[in-house]
């Protein structure tokens, strides 16, 4: 739990650092926010697969991108219970399972910041976006901690998704 706690705050830390220091590049709204995240390209095509993030305003992109996440997080979560399902391997099963319990959190943050962003408690927003990254990463860690360096593909790209989302929003709430 400490640990955790300690890798939440870090990583707060050193992302706002990021976020605030930086400036913004010519381009357009989604290539602005995008270049604040670990992966712009992949950033830049999530959000462009909506067609209404071309026009958008900021507040209007973070609703489209909050919005986005919903569909993304049912699936990776769906996808953890049926690798739980299949899965012969105690080690592999117990890692989904824990996986399962951090895309709960995962889904609940989200709600929690949805209601946040409608009331423009956008410090708010931060946090559970961040908390988000950090369950995400829980997931993703805990292979490595485990030295199973075989974590299903589908499942870390959904996660390096989730987390470009969830830095957009972060980036989106700090401009708002």
Known sequence: MATSLILTSFFSYALLSILFTSTFVKGDLVTNV??????PSLCEKLLRSDPRSKTADLKTLGTITLNMTTDLIKSTSTMVNSLIDKTK???????YTSCSSFYTYVEYSREIAIGYYGVKNYGQVIFYMTESISDVRSCDYGFVYKSVYEEDEKLRQASLSLQQYFTAIIVIAIRL
């Open 34 to 39: 995008c270049i604040k995240t670990s992966v």
């Open 89 to 95: 391997n105690a080690t592999f099963k117990e890692l």
